[in-house]
């Protein structure tokens, strides 16, 4: 058993990894200054989990102070550092922002656990550190071409965890390259709440599906792919969730640094997503044919192999599982009841 305190673990994939954790009988502290949570999800946590009490600090990373006293209060073997701004267009239209709470928070937060001697750590990196990879799937070794500030700010932070891990300041880490997160709990009590007018393509769909947005918009039906549209790695979060607690028992295992990508190495066109979305929930998903937009490439998937290898992680759940549950969690909060 790890205690492991997760910041951003009231956000969409922090909730989902609390969650992986306890199923694991790891103990969590959640750390959150709720920027882009709802306050009711550690009490969904609580029910999800029936684990009562998960221990709750509402602070911001780049309190060193608040993050200190919060890892005296609950003493943990690791941390699990979600918490970021992470949306590319407002990361270019206000890059001191993202350097701040992305950078100088990573700073913060590595200070306080070098205050309280924490030397583990699991990072949530992106994808997108590899920018306009030349082919699918992508190696870890693949070389990183970041194409705006977000993804700067992750190789940055990832630079940051690696120096720490080879000077001895840190003594496991983990940093973990996301391809695209999707999906929700089974449940249907945890999910992605996206602000606005939502960036990625599944959330998109959902509210299309709910009459909230009129049609979707596809980016290009002329790349070379067998279909013409972009194709991408779409990982369910429950699966990514789970890849958090085996990379975490991992490295507390070996003490070992590690960059790892999570995918499944199984890249879906947009149509293919919205054909299996079809099926899954019975609504039809209107769409609008758009010119392609700049910067986005054919085809973007994970050669996943290193996390199969070093840590027993593969994706176990599909398209269809993906759809499902994005739709049961969408619908629930539309108050949709014909699921
Ligand atoms: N969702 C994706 O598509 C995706 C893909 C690749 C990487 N990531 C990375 O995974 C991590 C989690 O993403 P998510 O989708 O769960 O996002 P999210 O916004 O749902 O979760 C982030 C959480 O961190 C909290 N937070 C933000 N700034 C904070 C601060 N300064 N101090 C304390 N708490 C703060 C927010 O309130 C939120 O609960 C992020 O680092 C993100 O960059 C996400």
């Not at 005296?72 to 709470?101: Q, R, T």
């Not at 705006?148 to 880490?173: C, F, H, P």
């Not at 194709?231 to 969730?241: C, F, G, M, Q, T």
């Not at 769409?287 to 992680?313: Q, T």
Request: proline share 5%.
């Amino acid at each position: 058993m790890t205690r492991v305190l997760l910041t951003g673990g009231a956000g969409y994939i922090g909730s989902h990894t609390v969650v992986a954790l306890i199923e694991r009988g790891h103990e969590v502290v959640i750390l959150d200054n709720f920027a882009n949570a709802q306050r009711d999800v550690p009490a969904r946590l609580e029910r999800l989990t029936g684990c009562a009490n998960i221990p709750v600090i509402e602070a911001d990373i780049r309190d060193t102070g608040a993050v200190r006293a919060a890892l005296a209060a609950h003493p943990v073997e690791a941390v699990i550092h979600f918490a970021a701004l992470k949306a590319v267009g407002e990361s270019e239209a206000d890059p001191l922002l993202y350097y701040d709470m992305n950078i100088i928070g990573t700073i913060r937060l590595l200070q306080a656990m070098q205050a309280q001697n924490v030397r583990r750590i699991v990072f949530s990196s992106s994808a997108t550190v590899y920018g306009q990879s030349d082919s699918s799937p992508i190696p870890e070794d693949a070389p990183t071409r970041v194409q705006n500030i977000y993804g700067r700010t992750k190789l940055v932070m990832e630079d940051l965890i690696s120096d720490l891990a080879r000077t001895g300041k840190l003594q496991a880490a983990a940093n973990l390259r996301y391809f695209n997160p999707v999906g929700a709990h089974p449940s249907a009590m945890i999910g992605e709440t996206p602000r606005g007018v939502p960036n990625n393509l599944m959330p998109y769909v959902t509210q299309v599906a709910t009459g909230e947005r009129p049609h979707l918009n596809v980016f290009g039906n002329d790349y070379d792919t067998p279909d013409g549209t972009g194709v991408r790695d779409y990982i369910h979060v429950v699966d990514l969730a789970r890849a958090h607690a085996l990379a975490l028992e991992h490295i507390c295992a070996h003490d070992v640094a590690l960059t790892v990508n999570l995918g499944t190495g199984t890249g879906i066109s947009v149509l293919e997503l919205v054909r299996a979305f079809e099926r899954a929930t019975g609504r039809e998903i209107p769409l609008n044919i758009a010119p392609r937009r700049p910067g986005d490439v054919a085809s973007y998937y994970a050669n996943p192999e290193m996390a199969a290898r070093v840590f027993g992680w593969q994706a176990a759940l599909d398209v269809n599982d993906m759809c499902r549950d994005s739709w049961a969690w969408q619908a629930r909060r539309a108050g949709i009841n014909d699921i």
